[in-house]
């Protein structure tokens, strides 16, 4: 299960992932300078780092060949991952994936500026700003101040209330994206002979455009979600568990 980010930690991803626990073993690892997986700062942390990393795992687990569920970045990462080592993949879920092109993740970029500045979020930050930490108390100003960080990635942002709190390490974030570059993924992703299953919400900040050109390159089924934004699992439990749950395999009995 590859958490997102990129610096972030596999907290956040629960509980709802955990919801396709049964019958099958899921198994979390926080990604290099993320979480508790911190390295110095002159520790390398780019995306043939972050690549390396799973590979050294996978040696470390046992199995010759992975499932991976990616979520967001960690879809990118699962890709990125394929693409290095395909003989090393049995299959892949790819959940909100990441713009597998430079151009898309700045028309996300875009639209999630865009989304964070609408009227209700704004207001609810003022309201939330001129209460303060004296008004709020401590505990719930922080739990508003993680909310708004995420509103834009909702549907209906008062939906980010229930996400489980997570932070991003800015180095981290920072280098595997200066690492990737202008990069596009399109030309070798026709060339993946991996099963896949692409899962994306119709109101994802990422444009569902991109998850329809993602799913026509691997030839994979697209699982379209409506009045779903970034977080299925959040927002669309029995759904995102329905689909997951019949494309993941499970552990022999």
């Known amino acids: 299960m590859l958490h997102g980010g990129p610096g972030a930690h596999h907290d956040y991803l629960l509980?709802?992932?955990?919801?396709?626990g049964s019958g099958r073993?899921?198994?979390?690892?926080?990604?290099?300078?993320g979480g508790r997986s911190p390295v110095d700062r002159d520790v390398p942390v780019g995306w043939r780092e972050q690549v390396a990393d799973l590979e050294?795992?996978?040696?470390?687990?046992?199995?010759?060949?992975?499932?991976?569920?990616?979520?967001?970045?960690?879809?990118l990462l699962t890709l990125l991952y394929a693409l290095e080592h395909p003989d090393r993949v049995e299959r892949m879920a790819l959940v909100s994936c990441a713009?597998?092109?430079?151009?898309?993740?700045?028309e996300f970029e875009r639209r999630l500026a865009e989304r964070n500045a609408a009227p209700p979020v704004r207001a609810w930050r003022e309201e939330t700003q001129a209460l303060g930490r004296g008004g709020l108390g401590d505990a719930e100003y922080r739990r508003r101040m993680f909310a708004l960080s995420v509103a834009g990635y909702f549907h209906d942002w008062r939906q980010s209330r229930e996400l489980t709190p997570f932070r991003i390490t800015g180095r981290t974030y920072d280098e595997v994206w200066e690492s990737l570059g202008d990069?596009?993924?399109?030309?070798?992703l026709s060339g993946l002979r991996i099963p896949a299953l692409v899962l994306h919400g119709e109101d994802d900040p990422i444009p569902i455009a991109t998850a329809?050109?993602?799913?026509g390159l691997l030839d994979a089924e697209l699982m379209r979600i409506?009045?779903?934004?970034?977080?299925?699992?959040?927002?669309?439990?029995?759904?995102f568990t329905a689909a997951l749950d019949r494309f993941?395999?499970?552990?022999?009995?």
């Open 15 to 20: 509980p709802g992932f955990d919801r396709l």
């Open 25 to 33: 073993t899921l198994i979390y690892y926080d990604q290099r300078g």
């Open 248 to 253: 993941l395999p499970r552990s022999p009995a």
């Open 56 to 75: 050294a795992l996978r040696g470390l687990w046992g199995p010759e060949r992975l499932t991976l569920a990616g979520y967001s970045w960690g879809g």
């Open 226 to 239: 409506p009045r779903c934004g970034h977080v299925p699992y959040l927002e669309a439990p029995e759904a």
């Open 99 to 106: 713009p597998v092109w430079r151009g898309a993740r700045a």
């Open 212 to 215: 329809e050109i993602l799913a």
């Open 183 to 188: 990069f596009d993924l399109r030309p070798r």
